[in-house]
């Protein structure tokens, strides 16, 4: 469910819609009733719509405003509001959510819903169809015109910056170029740069004092990848809002799986990915990387749940 909830939908035409009233036939959010217990129950009537995506403050928090590009952690209750039955809780099992608030990375009913809100608020948002899904989601037994009803409890933001132990690169590594921000931007070569990597490696730019990551955590990171030395820039995600993905379960390229697992939050890692480690003959179509090509990236370890 989790992957669901955070699948990227950049390919979607869909818009962010505004706070806004429900369907007259209902009394919009005013009809849910939330229980009182550690892991609460949201009841929803059959057949409750909304034609705007709407959101109510049950409780507010006293921690800071969330703005566009927060990445934030969130328990949730989700109700289907045509069947009025919950698909999904993450109170059960008392593992927050990670959510980047940027339309192109989650739901935009979530961008709607939660942006503005404070941090320790309850809050409870109804998703219109055109801020859902977008198409049907057989496993969960929603339809693309259903309401969706999610109670979020927001419980933090997620750092922006890494902080720690500065760390010197070892000479043969490129130098990695900070832009104004003291953001990684690039690497650039020098006279003893290696020429020939045969083998993956991470190094510690800054040694963070957080917890060790685990297999199968979702990471929040920022980062910058590149062709080695000092190709293409091929990714980046400073220029627009932190990215969340699982680590240790093999939906990333080895290097990252390999090398990210073990590494403490709070650190800025430089990992180096020989092809074979990489995307080896089948890179991604369009995105400036060649067959076999040796990857270069700068990663800042947010966080991780």
Not at 140 to 165: A, N, Q, R, W, Y
Request: proline residues 4%.
């Amino acid at each position: 469910m989790r992957r669901i909830l955070i699948a990227a939908v950049a390919a979607s035409s869909l818009i962010l819609a505004g706070c806004g009233g429900s369907d007259s036939g209902n009394d919009g959010l005013d009809a849910i009733k939330v229980s009182s217990a550690k892991s609460p129950k949201v009841t929803v009537a059959k057949g409750y719509t909304a034609t705007k995506t709407e959101s109510k403050v049950l409780k507010a928090g006293g921690g800071d405003k969330l703005a566009s590009g927060d990445a934030v952690k969130v328990n949730y209750v989700a109700v289907n509001g045509r069947t009025g039955k919950q698909f999904d809780s993450s109170f059960k099992t008392e593992k927050p959510l990670t959510l980047t608030l940027d339309k192109n990375a989650v739901l935009p009913g979530f961008v709607a819903g939660l942006e503005g809100q404070t941090v320790g608020s309850r809050v409870l948002v109804a998703i219109s169809p055109k801020d859902g899904f977008g198409q049907d989601q057989d496993q969960l037994d929603i339809k693309k015109d259903d309401t969706m009803v999610f109670l979020f409890d927001i419980v933090s933001k997620v750092p922006t910056e890494v902080t720690g132990t500065a760390k010197k690169l070892p000479a043969d590594v490129p130098k990695l170029v900070l832009d104004d921000d003291k953001h990684p931007s690039k690497f650039t070569k020098t006279s003893k740069t290696a020429k020939k990597i045969t083998k993956e490696s991470a190094h510690i730019v800054i040694q963070g004092d957080g917890a060790e990551i685990t297999e199968g955590q979702t990471l929040t990171a920022q980062y910058v990848g590149q062709v080695y030395p000092d190709g293409e820039i091929f990714d980046e995600s400073w220029s627009s809002s932190s990215r969340s993905f699982q680590v240790g379960a093999g939906q990333l390229i080895k290097c990252w799986d390999d090398q990210l697992v073990g590494q403490k939050l709070g650190s800025r890692v430089v990992l180096i990915c020989p092809g074979d480690k990489a995307y080896g003959d089948s890179p991604p179509a369009g995105s400036k990387i060649g067959k076999d090509d040796t990857l270069i990236f700068a990663i800042d370890l947010l966080d991780a749940s």
